[in-house]
Nanobody, 117 residues
Framework: QVRLVESGGGLVQPGGSLRLSCTAS????????MGWHRQAPGQQRELVAG???????TYGDSVKGRFTISRDNAKKMVTLQMNNLKPEDTAVYYC???????????WGQGTQVTVSS
């Protein structure tokens, strides 16, 4: 029933910007914690940014000051604004939806972000 659809990935030069969006369906969106995670080849998936149902925001250390997460409950959408992108930001970015206390969450299909000159 739950579906997360991501958009906004692509190829960008170092120092450039991208905006990722994730739209949810099949859930009461406002009740869920939302997050963006990324995974580079050969590496573990890591948290990029998260925003709880109450609006509390968490960023990974590597993206603080460069990325901004926000949510629009009316649109059932979470957005990740990425500025001053670096080659090490290259990864597949996944949208996640989780009800606090649940052992599992829901994931989007992932969108590729490539930062290269």
């Amino acid at each position: 029933q739950v579906r997360l659809v991501e958009s906004g990935g692509g190829l960008v030069q170092p120092g450039g910007s991208l905006r990722l969006s994730c739209t949810a369906s099949g859930s009461i969106f406002s009740l869920y914690d939302m997050g963006w995670h990324r995974q580079a080849p050969g590496q573990q998936r890591e948290l990029v940014a998260g925003i709880t149902s109450g609006g509390t925001i968490t960023y990974g250390d590597s993206v603080k000051g460069r990325f901004t997460i926000s949510r629009d409950n009316a649109k059932k959408m979470v957005t990740l604004q990425m500025n001053n992108l670096k080659p090490e930001d290259t990864a597949v970015y996944y949208c996640n939806q989780r009800l606090r206390g649940s052992s599992t969450g829901f994931w989007g299909q992932g969108t590729q972000v490539t930062v290269s000159s």
